[in-house]
């Protein structure tokens, strides 16, 4: 991610950003507000901690937005009031739909004079997207302030030469959602998705950027002297006086295997904002009692997909994405097409710690020409008393050519 400073000219600009990760780690973290949160005045609808129960925030959204990514109307929709469910309050969302042009804008500041003439008066939000850039932000939140007026923008980015796209979650799950499912999915906390199509997430990056909207910073360190856009008098500070962070936030990077819920600290950082006074308003302060399901901790083995296999007859290839919580161990046995059989075979290979692998290549080379057509390979715990056939994953695979299969996620029997 990457956020610009206060640029001061004619108007205030600030941009907040989500940035793709190959991969995640577990930081000891808890939460943080933008330092927009205190400078922008209560009076105004800039951030929506500000909007009142009376109030109707009002959001354009380009035609194509919606017709390229099915579902998005109701992921802005539950992106906001997903966050709002923990702090007690439910926005009042209004849509307009234009035909609004593709932005080549790439500076610091799209939209300025460029989308907000083509929308209503009063639209609080533009949604719209960017141009391909080999930058890693893939989504985008501008503030701006021009003549004493504050308006916002929300993009997300066209994918560059190595991404293929964004996925809504409505495609991800295979069923259309409304915006009431959405929230339900997220306040269960015991989903996660994993993409293999090297695609991104809609919901997750929208999620993010509404966070920024709420009044919330960025849970990674930034590329700015200062390493973060979070206020220090609104923030966890560590002995050392530095804001923590936290990876795993949904206001950390993005990722290809993206939790369905809000992490604890985000909770955490948006009831904070909820019982700060400037922004309590009309609604409650004491949020506290509001309930938050346990997070569904992850299974030993939680995901595996063969994403290609070949055997010419010597060489045996094969590329595998793979997300563990304990040291695993694989075992393989081939489909012998003469004898009918599967054979074992003795070489294995273990994955000493838990992994999170986009691409893992494992390549063995045979003594001589087999009749191979099939492969099967078995994931297990690899320690001392894991006795559970719950930790036991096994895929078959068909050689001799290149094919897909479909993912095997670990169920619990």
């Known amino acids: 991610m990457k956020t610009f400073p206060f640029i001061l000219f004619m108007f205030l600009a600030l941009i907040s950003c989500d940035k793709h990760s190959g991969h995640s780690k577990m930081v000891k973290g808890y939460w943080g507000h933008n330092t927009s949160a205190s400078s922008v005045s209560p009076e105004l609808k800039a951030l929506l901690g500000h909007v009142k129960k009376n109030m109707t925030y009002k959001i354009c959204l380009a035609n194509y937005m919606v017709k390229e990514h099915p579902g998005i109307e109701n992921e802005l929709r539950a992106a906001i009031n997903i966050w709002g469910h923990y702090i007690g309050r439910k926005i009042n969302i209004s849509m307009t739909k234009l035909d609004l042009p593709e932005t080549e804008l790439t500076g610091p500041h799209p939209g300025k004079n460029f989308y907000y003439p083509l929308c209503p ?40 030469k190595d991404q293929n796209g964004w996925l809504t979650l409505s495609e991800a799950l295979n069923k259309e959602l409304t915006e009431d499912e959405i929230i339900e999915i997220y306040k269960k906390r015991d989903q996660t998705i994993y993409i293999k199509e090297n695609k991104l997430l809609t919901m997750q990056t929208i999620l993010h ?20 856009n979070c206020d220090p008098n609104f923030a966890s500070i560590n002995e050392e006086g530095h804001i923590i962070l936290h990876d795993e936030a949904t206001m950390a990077a993005t990722h290809w295997h993206p939790n369905l819920y809000l992490s604890d600290d985000d909770i955490e950082g948006i009831r904070q904002l909820a019982e700060r006074d400037s922004f309590v308003h009309d609604w409650k302060k004491e949020v506290r009692e509001i309930p938050v399901n346990e997070i569904s901790g992850p299974p030993p083995i939680a995901f595996v ?3 290609k296999s070949s055997y010419d ?26 004898k009918n059989a599967w054979i074992n075979f003795e070489n294995s290979f273990s994955i000493p710690d838990s992994a999170e692998i986009f691409s893992f290549h494992y390549s063995l080379r045979m003594d001589r020409d087999y009749p191979f057509s099939k492969v099967e390979l078995t994931y297990e ?3 001392t008393g894991a006795k559970d056939d719950s930790r036991v994953i096994k895929v078959e695979n068909i050689l001799r050519v290149p094919v897909d299969t479909d993912e095997h996620q670990q169920e619990n029997e």
């Open 313 to 338: 007859g010597h060489l045996f290839t094969i590329d595998m994405m793979l997300v563990t919580h304990a040291p695993i161990k694989v075992k393989m046995r081939f489909w012998n097409t003469v």
């Open 121 to 160: 008066p009063g639209t609080d939000l533009v949604v719209a997207r960017l141009a391909p850039s080999d930058a890693s932000e893939v989504g985008q939140t501008v503030l701006r302030y021009d003549n004493k007026k504050f308006s916002r923008a929300l993009f997300l980015r066209q994918p560059h």
């Open 209 to 228: 950027e509404m966070g920024h909207v709420w009044g919330l910073c960025d849970q990674y360190r930034l590329d700015t002297e200062s390493g973060t």
């Open 305 to 307: 997909h063969i994403k």
């Open 381 to 383: 715990v690899n320690e």
